[in-house]
């Protein structure tokens, strides 16, 4: 264990929420990754040190992690790339569940770096080196869960190259459940799945969707949320992925959910809920019907995290 370090925490977090696609992401209070960090002056440049909690998955290589790749192209950006730094990547959420792990993991890794340099960046400005972290994991270059774990809050990003992000007003009681079965979903499978083609129809049914939800945030209009709350587009294409989604899903919406359906690329499901009580019911029922079906699983439920990465 590091001593005389400091700690950071990223949290996991719900990209897409139904109609927003690469668009919109909210952060979740729990769970999520935590990295200690300290300054080594006897070292050069940038070292990972230990990682836990990861089944030895991860790679200690800066290159081929997603924290210390991150890291690094924030410490080069600043000139600081031969500064002696150590850090540790405690891994507190489950791989491939389609609540940003990789984006937590990065979005820690800028944050201990500018903490532990004096803070020489914004939120907003350690931003696109989070997102070439995350990069690492699937590809793409988007920040639909970076940017909720980063910030907080419930995330609009406008355009993705450019980073053009917006944080939206979150009425004050939504709760969220996430239900993760232990089924295994990579990013990159489920994005090749998806048609590049759509209908016109259901162009003008999404964007309907999306601005709805937005308004209906803005506006705390809970029913507008709960009408707009709806995906027809790639909902209906990585259902087929996970196993009884629309049975869970039934159940959700009978228990009070405003909607419900996959958080990312899955296979985790959320459910995004008027108050706590309607969240723990729609937990406990979930779990009921999982466990008939003898799928294990983890089940969180959450507020909607508004500070997303912090210094403990």
């Known amino acids: 264990m590091i001593k005389s370090g400091i700690k950071v925490f990223a949290p996991a977090s719900v990209a897409n929420v139904a109609c927003g696609y690469d668009m919109l992401g909210f952060a979740l209070e729990h769970p999520g990754d935590e990295i200690i960090g300290k300054l080594n002056d006897k070292s050069n440049g940038l070292t990972i040190t230990k990682i836990t909690g990861d089944n030895k998955k991860l790679s200690y290589d800066l290159q081929n992690n997603t924290a210390g790749f991150a890291a690094l192209k924030l410490l080069e950006y600043l000139g600081e790339e031969k500064r002696g730094i150590e850090i540790e990547i405690h891994k507190k959420m489950p791989f491939g569940s389609g609540m940003g792990s990789s984006a937590a993991s990065a979005a820690a890794g800028v944050m201990i770096i500018n903490e532990l340099l004096g803070k020489p960046l914004s939120k907003r400005e350690l931003l696109p080196f989070a997102v070439l972290g995350e990069q690492i994991a699937d590809g793409a270059y988007h920040a639909d869960n970076v940017a909720p774990s980063l910030f907080g809050g419930m995330i609009l990003i406008r355009d993705n190259a450019s980073l053009d992000v917006h944080r939206l007003f979150v009425p004050k ?6 239900i993760y079965p232990h089924i295994k979903i990579l990013t990159k499978d489920a994005r090749a799945i998806l048609s590049e083609n759509i209908t016109l129809k259901q162009h003008i049914a999404q964007s309907g969707n999306l601005g709805g939800l937005i308004l209906g945030l803005f ?10 709350l709806q995906d027809v587009i790639i909902e209906p294409q990585r259902a087929q992925l996970i196993p009884h989604f629309y049975e869970i899903k039934a159940l959700a ?6 909607g419900c359906s996959i958080s990312g690329a899955g296979p985790s ?6 108050n706590s009580l309607i969240a723990e019911n729609i937990s406990e029922g979930v779990k009921n019907l999982l466990m008939k079906h003898k799928i294990e699983n983890n089940i969180y439920v959450s507020s909607i995290n508004q500070e997303g990465a912090i210094l403990l």
Do not use: P, T
């Not at 009681?173 to 996430?178: E, F, K, R, S, T």
């Not at 506006?219 to 507008?224: G, K, Q, R, V």
């Not at 919406?253 to 405003?258: K, P, Q, R, V």
């Open 253 to 258: 919406l009978e228990l009070g959910a405003l």
């Open 219 to 228: 506006n705390s209009d809970i029913e507008l949320i709960k009408r707009s």
């Open 269 to 274: 499901i959320f459910a995004l809920c008027s």
């Open 173 to 178: 009681g939504l709760y969220a459940v996430v």
